[in-house]
């Protein structure tokens, strides 16, 4: 079944400064991979997604990478501000197969004021 | 409109005690899905409705944990003779087709087997 990967587990940026994490995954037949946002105590919450036929999505200050062929996706945050501070996951499905979300392990963000 | 609610939040068991979990997904979504998010975890996949269809039920982790969805809308999650692994959030997301669509989640149910 798919394996995804994600790294680093923590991630602390200054505010206003930039952050990335990045997600590998196994399974080549995965086509979406959703980003959720989920902060302590709350449920998880969709920021941005992006399927296989696109290689970049940007809304507002934030953005996915996907490169297929290397069978990784990243997230970036630019300007970063507190509210940003939470845990992030990764996941990664075959859509129009059996529609699971297959879960990294997640990264705990902070922004430091 | 409404997001996906679970009830209860939050519930204390003793070890070998049955729970049963409610999920009341978003109105008109075909697909709903139970996940089970240990602490520090990311979410981890149980089993998939598509209508009152149980399509796949390949990580319920033992035959103690079993799901309905009976008119395709309301899902139970029970977990029959409780065990201390047990002890994690169960959410619960719905899709509208479940095709490609984004999956809404509930706030979990947090479950403490003691």
């Known amino acids: 079944g798919e394996n995804v990967e994600q790294h680093p587990s923590t991630l602390s940026v200054q505010e206003g400064d930039s952050a990335v994490i990045k997600c590998t995954y196994s399974d080549s037949a995965s086509n979406y991979f959703p980003w959720y946002k989920q902060e302590l105590g709350k449920r998880p919450q969709l920021i941005i997604d992006i399927r296989s036929n696109v290689g970049e999505k940007k809304d507002q200050r934030i953005a996915v990478t996907l490169n297929k062929t290397a069978k990784h996706f990243s997230l970036h945050i630019t300007e970063t501000q507190p509210e940003d501070s939470a845990v992030y996951f990764c996941?990664?499905?075959?859509?129009?197969?059996?529609?699971?979300?297959?879960f990294g392990t997640g990264t705990r963000l902070t922004i430091i004021p | 409109g409404a997001g996906v609610s679970q009830s209860p939040r939050y519930k204390v068991a003793k070890r070998g005690q049955d729970v049963a979990l409610r999920c009341d997904p978003i109105?008109?979504?075909?697909?709903l899905f139970w996940y089970q998010q240990a602490l520090g975890q990311g979410p981890e996949f149980l089993t998939y409705?598509?209508?009152?269809?149980?399509?796949?039920k390949s990580g319920l982790p033992s035959d103690r944990f079993f799901a309905e969805r009976p008119e395709g809308s309301v899902s139970t999650l029970k977990i029959q003779r409780t065990q201390q692994e047990d002890s994690a959030v169960y959410l619960c997301?719905?899709?509208?087709?479940?095709?490609?669509?984004?999956?809404?989640f509930g706030p979990g149910t947090r479950l403490l087997v003691l």
């Open positions: 997301a719905s899709s509208f087709t479940g095709r490609g669509e984004t999956q809404y």
């Open positions: 109105s008109g979504h075909v697909s």
């Open positions: 409705f598509q209508n009152e269809a149980q399509l796949d």
């Open positions: 996941a990664a499905s075959v859509q129009g197969g059996n529609e699971k979300l297959t």
